[in-house]
């Protein structure tokens, strides 16, 4: 006799409050942090056009797809078309398509085996295995084109600079000069007093020389000039101290569609070779890669040298939040993020699709000109398989605890 939880009112109940843990953890994240929740909800929309990339490749190449899932573990809620079933499962850490037939490990109905993924031609399998990471390289370049074209490409302003950050909070705990004065990230201070800062040096000797005077700012924000009165701090050396941060003043720049389309081709190009060299770097320096992650809480070494500190989703989320960020930032981020998980899925391991791609092209040729289907036996692959999954997640796990105890200063 089944029990009370393998009952169809106990799976109704355990969906309903699992429907209820994602929904409130969303409402939570969106409560705490809006930006959060934006990033969040992207994030999973490009996981979902991965996936949808795979499903319509596999229906467009007659190959049957049972199951189209956002997120793992057990099924939350789910519904029927044609012969896929939707749905969503609580472990909202990616996405799944299932093709039948992907191995020859896999027992499929023999009305069904003509329909299987192995059973279709070479280019059929290679369009398939390989849509995922196309469609994050067309919204790579979908992305960028926008930037190029809409938004405007970030552009330095020759040696004028701008407010990056207002320290909210002298050594005292009082209000800081600068935040006394209502400053924001993104002014530019002209002059103090008298004397004209055009840059950040001479901002900085216009300050010091005058600890714990009243002066008058004169601020630009938003193509208008304002006036700002304000007290200066003293530092511990007895020097003055305004409270802010500074960095090269940046203007967004659009162009017309042809030359928007010509950088968005070359900009691409950068970011994969910028991607295929980041992915070295940290294969190449595991050692230093295993020591970040096992770096104690707040260990300022953990950040160091950004070029080999793995980024999890949770850093992605943290660095697409900040405040720090102008929209163009968060643009470039969407594109690099697409273009870095691309190229990183063809890596030819499995169970990466790169390593579908590598058993059908090691098919292809071991076939020659016999025409006659050649089939790996994957089995064999499993021990490899099984030692690249163990990898996957002690990196992925490692560099989510990296991202909790020492996140990026964004």
Same mark, same amino acid.
């Not at 499995?350 to 058993?359: C, E, K, M, T």
């Given at each position: 006799?089944?029990?009370?939880f ?37 994030? *999973? ?29 057990? /099924? ?24 039948v ?6 027992e ?6 003509? #329909?299987?993924?192995?059973r $279709?031609?070479y ?16 919204? *790579? ?10 938004? %405007? ?7 004028? =600079? ?9 050594a ?11 400053? @924001?990230?993104?002014? $530019?201070?002209l ?8 840059? =950040? ?9 005058q600890?714990?005077?009243?002066? /008058?700012?004169?601020?630009? #924000?938003? %193509? ?12 511990? +050396?007895g ?12 203007t967004?720049? &659009? ?7 010509? @950088? ?13 060299k980041?992915? =070295? ?17 707040? +260990?300022?070494?953990? !950040? ?10 949770v850093? *992605? ?5 900040? +405040?720090?960020l ?6 470039q ?30 098919? /292809?040729?071991?076939?020659?000109? &016999? ?10 692959l ?11 997640a ?11 105890? !020492?996140?990026? %200063?964004?």
């Amino acid at each position: 006799m089944p029990s009370a939880f393998e009952s169809d009112d106990g799976r109704i109940q355990s969906r309903t409050l699992g429907v209820l843990l994602v929904v409130g953890s969303l409402i939570l994240l969106g409560y705490l942090s809006k930006a959060m929740l934006l990033v969040t909800l992207v994030i *999973a929309v490009v996981i979902f056009m991965h996936e949808l990339g795979h499903y319509l490749t596999a229906r467009i190449t007659g190959m049957k797809a049972t199951e189209f899932y956002l997120g793992f573990g057990p /099924r939350l809620f789910s519904f029927r078309r044609g012969e896929t079933e939707f749905g969503v499962k609580p472990i909202l850490a990616g996405a799944y398509v299932k093709v039948v037939g992907m191995t020859n490990l896999d027992e499929v109905e023999e009305n069904d085996e003509p #329909r299987t993924y192995r059973r $279709q031609t070479y280019p059929k399998r290679l369009l398939v295995a390989s849509a995922g990471s196309l469609m994050h390289f067309i919204m *790579a370049l979908l992305g960028l084109l926008a930037l190029f074209l809409f938004v %405007g490409e970030p552009v330095t302003q020759g040696d004028s =600079w701008e407010i990056s950050t207002v320290v909210e909070q002298s050594a005292d705990g009082e209000l800081s000069a600068a935040a006394s004065a209502g400053l @924001k990230a993104g002014d $530019q201070i002209l002059a103090v007093g008298s004397q004209p800062t055009p840059a =950040w040096s001479d901002l900085v000797d216009a300050v010091r020389n005058q600890p714990g005077s009243f002066v /008058r700012l004169e601020v630009l #924000r938003d %193509g208008q000039t304002l006036f700002r009165e304000t007290k200066l701090g003293v530092d511990e +050396d007895g020097y003055g101290i305004l409270g802010v941060g500074g960095q090269r003043a940046v203007t967004n720049v &659009s162009y017309n569609a042809p030359t928007a389309i010509q @950088k968005t081709i070359s900009e691409f190009v950068i970011m994969v070779g910028q991607s295929f060299k980041g992915i =070295w770097s940290i294969f190449a320096n595991l050692g230093d890669v295993a020591d970040r992650i096992f770096s104690p809480p707040n +260990d300022p070494s953990a !950040n160091e040298n950004l070029e080999t500190r793995p980024v999890s989703v949770v850093g *992605a989320v943290q660095i697409g939040a900040s +405040d720090r960020l102008n929209g163009s930032e968060r643009l470039q981020l969407f594109v690099a993020f697409n273009v870095f998980v691309g190229i990183f899925n063809l890596l030819p391991l499995l169970p990466l699709d790169g390593g579908h791609i590598a058993i059908a092209t090691y098919e /292809r040729l071991r076939e020659g000109r &016999s025409g006659q289907r050649y089939m790996i036996d994957t089995a064999r692959l499993m021990p490899i398989t099984y030692a690249v999954v163990a990898f996957l997640a002690f990196f992925g796990l490692g560099a989510v605890y990296l991202d909790i105890a !020492n996140p990026l %200063g964004f």
